[in-house]
């Protein structure tokens, strides 16, 4: 069973602190990988995408890649209140003659002012 | 650059009805995925579909529901016979060939009355 494990939360942080959300998975031939942010009531967003081992930095959003340990996070430096949402964590595999997403099923954050 | 468009947006129906979701991936986009969040709850793939090919209904149920990606036109999600359990958000995602990342449009709120 291929799957994308994410700690559900609420993960409440207060308004400036580093939020820090993780994933981890469990197909070892994953190379790419995407966090989503979704508002609620509202669709996914893409936030970023990350490929290679390491860091990956875009404004106050930062995604760490640790394919060994099968991990991937997401840093929200600097939080503010409109950071309040679930972040969804998608990695592909490979299901037969395509490749599919699998989607965690989201850690809901809590920016407090 | 219009992005994934979805209609309705909102849609009622009474138990027994059909119910038609509408899909119009992005500009250039020939891939097109189509979810199901009930409140609450993770994303839940459905069906992936190509243009006049359906290449994954892993997801989708085995009754009642069906899914098509004319040559001309959008992307259609239908439901026959609708039951309360059917009430959630539908969201479609449209992707570029080749390419993982999945733009998700707004959703469709399916209520069942």
């Known amino acids: 069973q291929k799957e994308v494990e994410q700690n559900s939360g609420p993960l409440s942080v207060p308004e400036g602190a580093i939020a820090s959300l993780n994933c981890t998975y469990s197909?070892?031939?994953?190379?790419?990988f995407f966090w989503y942010r979704q508002y609620s009531g509202k669709s996914p967003e893409l936030i970023m995408f990350i490929y290679s081992n390491g860091d990956k930095e875009d404004g106050r959003f930062t995604a760490q890649l640790n394919k060994a340990s099968q991990y991937v996070s997401l840093l929200i430096r600097d939080s503010q209140p409109s950071d309040s949402a679930t972040y969804l964590c998608?990695?592909?595999?490979?299901?037969?003659?395509?490749?599919?997403?699998?989607w965690g099923l989201g850690t809901s954050l809590a920016v407090n002012p | 650059n219009a992005g994934v468009m979805q209609n309705p947006r909102h849609l009622v129906r009474r138990r027994g009805q059909e119910a038609r979701l509408r899909c119009s991936p992005m500009?250039?986009?020939?891939?097109v995925y189509w979810y199901r969040q009930l409140p609450e709850e993770g994303l839940k793939f459905m069906v992936y579909l190509q243009k006049e090919n359906i290449i994954d209904e892993s997801g989708m149920p085995k009754e009642r529901f069906s899914a098509e990606f004319p040559k001309e036109g959008p992307s259609i999600l239908r439901i026959q016979q609708v039951v309360r359990g059917d009430s959630a958000a539908y969201f479609c995602?449209?992707?570029?060939?080749?390419?993982?990342?999945?733009?998700f449009g707004p959703g469709t709120r399916l209520l069942v009355l």
């Open positions: 998608a990695v592909p595999i490979n299901a037969g003659n395509n490749r599919k997403l699998i």
């Open positions: 197909d070892r031939g994953s190379q790419s």
């Open positions: 500009k250039g986009h020939s891939h």
């Open positions: 995602a449209s992707s570029p060939d080749r390419t993982e990342t999945q733009y």
